[in-house]
Structures are given as C-alpha cells and as structure tokens.
C-alpha cells in the first residue's frame, strides 16, 4: 500500500473526469477508499491483479454493504452513491467506496525447497490499478497492457539460490528467455503458483506449485527459452524463477493478456 493513500477528493476539485487508483499492494488486507461516487468501474492498463472487489453502501441489506467485482472482461457501467452521511453497520464506518484486489497475494510464499539460511527471494509487488469515472461510460472494455521485465543479475552467493517471483494473475501468454553469462553453469528454473489463504502465513502446503521449467544446468553462452501458454499449463497468479548464481545472466520475461505478442 502507498503512502498517503491516494485521494478521489483532488480528482473532482480539478475538474477530472476519472480518478486513476494505482498502488503497489504489500499484504493481503490492504483496502482502498473514494469518498466520491462512480459513474463506472473499471480495471486499469497497468493492473497486474486481474479481480478487483468493491463495496458499497445498501440500505436494504442488513450490513448495509453491498459487494461486486470487476475484471479485464467484465468492468460495472451504472452509478453508485458514495453514501458518506450514512454509516457500515455494526463498524460505525461511512458509507464510502472501498476496493481491495480480490485476487490472493501472499508475500510470505516461499517456495518448496527454500533454505531461509542459504535463500533469497524477491518479489515485484503487484500493482492494482483501477479507474473510477465521475461522468457516465456506457462501454468500457478495458485491456491491461504486456507487461515486461528483464534481469542481469542475482543475490545467489555461498551455495544457495535466488527466486525472483513475477505477479502474473490469469495472464495467457508469457515468453521468457535466459541466457547464462557466467563462466560457470547457472541452474535456471521456473514454476507457476496459485495462492492460497494460509493461517500462519508461512505454511505453504495450500500454496499449489506447478513445474514449468524443471531447475537444470545452464552452460556459460547458452540460452533457454520457454513459452508458458494457458492452454499447456494453466493459469497461475505468479511466476517463480530460480538461479544458483549471481550471474550476469540476462533474464527477459514478457507477459501478455493476448495468446501471443
């Protein structure tokens, strides 16, 4: 979650006719507000979540609160009133809008195998993006862009491995290409994960790792390349990749909601 969280209120008093929510996530719990009403709701370009839940104030429900979510195919085109002279009951909390990724983000996900004396991990935060219309949509069909990453070196130093984990939430396609600049061989390694709600959050035996790419030797010059596809392994809200060296080892990694780029 970005600090100070970002504010609707600015949006309206200059006249915007949007307002563009876009925030790392750092938990699972964290949860946006808008204090203004919506004409439309829609994921954003440059969202790596791909399920966005909001809440909003409903007299005839008995917490007052009523849910919807909003995806790449499925955006909400009518208004809703952000009821601040109204209250959530039993919190007591104005009736404004909340959001909050409705996809699963786990940052204490280690991967099976991790050493925490020898390992490290890295992880890109996913980034939710929504955007709330103040003047009335009456289509939205909102597309996230290929979102790109590249890599030349690692933290894999004293014998253990470096895992770098890629927000990928339903994405089709992935291309990804290694190259091993080392002298020595780098093993190189990929795997899918689908997060599950854990109670201690750090017990993985819910989390369900999918091998892509199984760990193996890459010779210094040599490159691997793989090509991850819903219809060969399913769809998985992060990527793992691992190395057993510091590098230079140029990792270029592609993602796209389309079939192919």
């Not at 100070?4 to 964290?30: E, R």
């Not at 009403?37 to 829609?42: F, H, R």
């Not at 990928?168 to 290409?177: A, S």
């Not at 760990?215 to 210094?220: C, D, E, G, K």
Request: charged share 15%.
């Amino acid at each position: 979650m970005s600090y100070p969280q970002p504010d609707a209120n600015q949006y309206v008093q200059k006249l915007y006719q949007f307002w563009n929510l876009t925030t790392p996530l750092s938990s699972p719990g964290d949860i946006y507000q808008s204090e203004q009403g919506s004409q439309a709701l829609c994921i954003g370009p440059d969202s790596d979540v791909a399920n966005v839940a909001f809440a909003y104030y409903d007299d005839q429900l008995p917490t007052f609160m009523h849910f919807g979510t909003i995806s790449p195919a499925r955006s909400f085109t009518s208004l809703i009133a952000a009821r601040l002279e109204q209250s959530y009951q039993p919190g007591g909390r104005p009736g404004r809008i909340f959001f909050w990724s409705a996809d699963i983000y786990d940052p204490n996900f280690r991967p099976t195998g991790f050493d925490p004396a020898l390992d490290n991990i890295q992880f890109e935060p996913p980034i939710l993006n929504v955007v709330q219309y103040f003047q009335p949509a009456l289509a939205l069909v909102p597309q996230r862009t290929d979102r790109e990453y590249a890599y030349q070196v690692y933290r894999a130093l004293g014998g253990g491995k470096e895992y770098v984990v890629l927000p990928y939430y339903g994405r089709k396609y992935c291309f990804i290409q290694f190259t091993n600049g080392n002298v020595a061989a780098n093993t190189f390694g990929v795997s899918g994960v689908n997060y599950a709600i854990t109670q201690n959050g750090t017990s993985n035996i819910y989390h369900q790792q999918t091998v892509i790419h199984a760990a193996a030797a890459v010779a210094h010059g040599n490159t691997v390349t793989v090509i991850v596809t819903t219809q060969n392994f399913g769809m998985f809200d992060a990527l793992v990749f691992s190395f057993s060296s510091s590098g230079p080892a140029p990792l270029r990694v592609i993602m796209s909601d389309r079939d192919q780029v």
